[in-house]
């Protein structure tokens, strides 16, 4: 059974701080890993998709990268600003397009 | 086009009462799903479905049932609500063809228990 784990669970940083938030998954057989944002009440973002053929995808700010042999996935965010808080969310792709996720990172930037 | 809908956005229910959480989506999508988040947790599967007849149980599927009668509905159906189903429902639907396609969430079901 897969399982996905986000450490540490909330982070809070000054504004302006290059920061990364890491994902680990057990399982390596995924045919991709998804970054999700989640702002308190609403629903989840897509960021970023990176199949599992890909070492990485960047969009603006953000780049994410995958190692699916050691199992990591890695979110850094460039130059935060307080608009990036928020939880941050990664979820492995299994048969079936199914997702798990893990528990998520909630990050609060200072400005 | 609309995305995926959920509706109602927030309900309140006493124990032992019924309920059917509608999502819809208009992009085609052959792929549906149904998640709980709980406080401080991530996503969990209760539900999915590859094509309209055809549906399965995902990680927390007890006392959850769910129909497929058409493409465009994942209708979420529960039975004799329980205090441990107060939760965060959302729906999903990813593209049809696409083996791991981005899914695409609708804004969730807010539902208490009491």
């Known amino acids: 059974k897969q399982e996905v784990t986000q450490i540490p669970a909330a982070l809070s940083v000054p504004e302006g701080e290059n920061l990364v938030l890491n994902c680990s998954f057990t399982?390596?057989?995924?045919?991709?890993l998804q970054w999700f944002r989640q702002d308190p009440g609403k629903g989840l973002t897509s960021l970023l998709l990176?199949?599992?053929?890909?070492r990485e995808q960047t969009s603006g700010r953000l780049n994410a990268s995958l190692d699916k042999s050691s199992g990591r996935s890695t979110l850094y965010i460039a130059a935060s600003q307080p608009g990036d808080s928020a939880t941050y969310l990664c979820?492995?792709?299994?048969?079936?397009?199914?997702?798990?996720f893990g528990k998520g990172i909630t990050l609060s930037v200072r400005p | 086009n609309a995305g995926v809908t959920q509706t109602p956005k927030f309900r309140i229910l006493k124990i032992g009462q019924s309920m059917t959480l509608q999502c819809a989506q208009d992009?085609?999508?052959?792929?549906m799903y149904w998640y709980r988040q709980d406080p401080g947790m991530g996503l969990k599967l209760i539900y999915y479905?590859?094509?309209?007849?055809?549906?399965d149980k995902g990680e927390v599927p007890n006392g959850y049932n769910v129909s497929r009668s058409t493409t465009e509905d994942f209708p979420l159906r529960l039975e004799l609500a329980a205090p441990s189903q107060t939760s965060v429902y959302f729906c999903?639907?990813?593209?049809?063809?696409?083996?791991?396609?981005?899914?695409?969430f609708g804004p969730g079901t807010r539902l208490t228990v009491l």
């Open positions: 979820a492995s792709t299994g048969a079936n397009s199914k997702l798990t």
């Open positions: 399982d390596s057989a995924i045919y991709n």
């Open positions: 990176i199949q599992s053929s890909q």
């Open positions: 992009m085609n999508h052959n792929y």
């Open positions: 479905s590859v094509g309209a007849g055809i549906t």
């Open positions: 999903a639907s990813t593209e049809t063809g696409r083996i791991a396609g981005e899914q695409f």
